[in-house]
């Protein structure tokens, strides 16, 4: 892959929260603080290494954002087509490829997890980093994302998970206080809600992690590792010392392997049955 990257755009689509430049902006405040991003250095190569990825091959970031571990991706050895629905974020996703010197590595391309338009057992490698969290129509995100996957191949899906202390602990406090979870939605893989954010709406799902390997069964995937990921994201609600400290502590438990049961976000990394 040689060429400069191109951006393949659909026809103009109704603005929703990701086409926001403040979503831009918040995503980086909140996901990519300094200490998050030396987590990440380390953890995106080690689940390409878990999914048997390695330099010279060619994975899928399904679901790009603005490209932050696309060019990870390109930093580990491999070329990337990194996908998107948001123009917005796939423009900066060019932006960040380009400053970081790895444009000519990265093939981006707006398209829909719920209707890609990608060929059917295509990709060896597919990634989709805490994004299907945020797709409403969850199933057909999977149908879709399973179909380009080869027999054999690997696809890995950075889930926020239900049963973390995180989400515990909101529970307990929520009815100490009397005040329920609104734009709550239970789906057959965990809980939905309706979060109001930059004036519209985002969708987050609270994955049931064991439901979310069923269904892969299913699907003929079978689970090959099932990893803690950040083991708290409380760092969003507060600032100064203390939210460093819990993105040290984030770091630290990974690093220690912490029980990814009730860890905030996990990694599962399936394999598509032959």
């Known amino acids: 892959m040689t060429d400069a990257p191109t951006i393949a755009v659909n026809p103009a689509q109704p603005e929703n929260v990701f086409e926001r430049e403040e979503t831009v902006s918040d995503w980086d405040q909140e996901y ?34 603005p490209g932050v571990h696309s060019i990870r991706a390109v930093k580990y050895g491999c070329t990337v087509t990194a996908i998107d629905l948001s123009h917005t974020m796939l423009a900066h996703a060019k932006e960040r490829s380009i400053k970081a010197g790895v444009e000519s590595k990265i ?35 999977l149908d879709n994302l399973t179909r380009i996957t080869k027999s054999g191949g690997k696809l890995a899906l950075h889930i ?9 602990f909101e529970r307990l406090i929520r009815k100490i206080l009397n005040k329920p979870l609104k734009g709550r939605e239970d789906t057959p893989l965990g809980t939905g809600v309706w979060y109001e954010y ?16 069923s269904e892969m069964k299913n699907r003929g995937f079978t689970k090959i590792s099932r990893n ?11 600032k100064g010392p203390f939210r460093s400290a819990l993105l040290y502590f984030n770091r630290l438990a990974y690093k220690l392997k912490f029980p990814a049961a009730l860890s905030n976000t996990q ?3 399936f394999q598509k049955d032959l």
């Open 198 to 213: 930059n004036d519209d709406k985002l969708w987050v799902l609270r994955f049931n992690a064991n439901s979310l390997i």
């Open 267 to 269: 990694i599962i990394i």
């Open 160 to 168: 926020t998970n239900e049963k973390s202390l995180d989400f515990s």
């Open 107 to 141: 093939k981006f391309q707006q398209d829909d997890l719920t209707k890609l338009s990608l060929p059917d057992n295509s990709f060896d490698f597919v990634f989709n980093w805490g994004v299907i969290i945020h797709v409403p129509d969850t199933m057909a995100a």
């Open 32 to 65: 990519y603080h300094p200490i998050a991003e030396k987590y990440y250095d380390v953890a995106v190569p080690d689940m390409l290494r878990a999914m048997g990825a390695k330099p010279g091959n060619h994975v899928i970031d399904a679901g790009c954002g």
């Open 228 to 238: 803690a990921a950040e083991y708290t994201e409380l760092q969003w609600r507060i």
